[in-house]
């Protein structure tokens, strides 16, 4: 064994076997039912972390699911220190939502491992763990590492925040890396270096004290569901842009720089068809559709509800109509802020024959990462050596609420997208799989980031 190279592929059929089974423990978060198995799949990922030689690994609770953490401080005070963030946590999954196996139970075919988990993210956060055992078993690694890997990401990791303040010290690292995510495609590698952040409300419409006779009372009682459907018609302009006023004022312009760098990722106008089913595209546009989608913040409505939606008909006036609301916001947005704006509009926009209320479900940050840092030039090279293709840099249109998470209790340490899967990986959705080219080139691609790192002055 001369290199880390050569022991992970001399290992890595035994590698995909160990995935394999953490991928068969059904760890849903989401599922009271299934703590047990959630508890089972983080006991199983520290187990590993002690077998490959990591030190300090604990099981640590929240009020829910744990998280683990496991370190390895060998190279020296003086060295860097790598923090990498994954989760063992899954989304829910049952044959009947279209799987053509069982979810659960793992299957090979051409190469490619489906299961529930595969790529998100156990296939990409193992890809991590079996880099630096290749390092361990190798020498002395160049770099030190720190893996927290939680239980709780799937239902919007409600608890890590709190975690990470409470355990500052202990977390403290030069870079965070983060292998949850995809590349363009297999030949394709890419870097993405921003997330939208969130702001998610709910608006009720108030009528009449109770459901009316359409009859009876229609033409004198302003319907709530129309009022509802007025306010939301006028919560953008005629161009797609958000019609609130101050929602754009901190958003940071694109250069012309960044803008020639993300079209050496961009989809085709046919590959968006494809991918969407629309006949045609909407929104703002004096932007492409991939600066819309990774840095320009929106307002859509998620769903609303009012009245009589059954089979047949029912002649009803309904007492109240509810829409659900979200905003992905972009660097430099604060989420609590855009929420402010938004309800103050809307109540504007509500007329005096109803009453509305604006209610805040949810927040996250979004998060912009320096494309000059040197771990950023480190993860290029990484993805270059042990992909075998230089990457292209995109931004991101979800939301990784750990992102500013990280950023705001770990003195806005670099962190660094560094996804393995592809965007057909069917993450969330039935017969979810993982290329297994795509593991061996995740483990290839995070030996170089340490080793890179290590070189890091």
Not at 22 to 40: A, H, M, N, Y
């Amino acid at each position: 064994m001369t290199t880390a190279h050569d022991y992970a592929h001399q290992n890595q059929e035994r590698f995909q076997q160990q995935l394999i089974d953490l991928c068969r423990i059904p760890s849903v978060s989401t599922d009271p039912e299934r703590k047990g198995e959630t508890l089972q799949a983080a006991e199983w990922v520290a187990a590993d972390m002690r077998k490959i030689g990591l030190n300090n690994v604990q099981i640590m609770p929240t009020p829910l699911h744990p998280v683990v953490y496991g370190e390895w401080l060998g190279a020296g005070p003086n060295a860097k220190t790598v923090l990498v963030y994954g989760h063992y946590d899954v989304q829910p999954a049952v044959t009947s939502d279209g799987w053509d196996q069982d979810p659960f139970e793992p299957t090979v075919k051409d190469g490619v491992l489906y299961c529930r988990g595969s790529s998100d993210d156990k296939g990409q956060m193992f890809a991590q763990l079996k880099a630096f055992e290749a390092l361990l078993a190798n020498g002395k690694p160049t770099v030190n590492v720190k893996f927290l890997i939680e239980g709780e990401e799937e239902i919007g990791s409600p608890n890590l925040g709190k975690f990470v303040a409470a355990h500052r010290e202990l977390l403290m690292a030069d870079v965070c890396v983060i292998s949850d995510g995809s590349v363009i495609a297999l030949d394709r590698p890419s870097i993405g270096y921003s997330t939208r952040g969130l702001m998610y409300l709910e608006m009720e419409v108030f009528g009449a004290k109770q459901d009316l006779h359409s009859g009876a009372f229609g033409g004198i009682v302003h319907n709530p569901a129309q009022a509802l459907a007025e306010i939301i018609a006028q919560l953008h302009n005629p161009d797609g842009s958000v019609a609130v006023p101050g929602f754009y004022d901190h958003v940071v312009a694109l250069s012309a720089a960044e803008r020639e760098e993300l079209a050496k990722s961009a989809w085709t106008d046919a590959e968006w068809k494809e991918a969407t089913g629309v006949p045609a595209f909407w929104g703002e546009k004096e932007y492409l559709l991939h600066e819309r989608i990774g840095a320009r913040p929106t307002l859509e409505i998620n769903g609303f509800v009012s009245g009589f939606y059954g089979a047949g008909s029912k002649t009803v006036l309904p007492g109240k109509a509810l829409a659900k609301i979200s905003c992905r916001l972009v660097a430099n947005q604060n989420a609590d802020q855009i929420f402010g704006l938004v309800r103050d509009h809307i109540l504007r926009l509500a007329p005096p024959t109803v009453r509305v209320e604006v209610r805040q479900l949810a927040s996250a940050g979004p998060a912009l990462m320096d494309l000059n840092s040197p771990y950023m030039a480190a993860a290029s090279r990484a993805y270059e050596k042990g992909w075998g293709q230089k990457p292209v840099y995109e931004r991101g249109g979800g939301t990784l609420p750990i992102l500013a998470d990280f950023q705001r209790e770990l003195n806005q340490i670099p962190i660094m997208l560094m996804g393995f899967g592809l965007q057909t990986d069917g993450a969330h959705g039935p017969n979810e799989h993982f290329v297994l080219e795509m593991f061996k080139r995740g483990i290839d691609t995070a030996i170089c980031f340490f080793d890179e790192v290590g070189q890091i002055k």
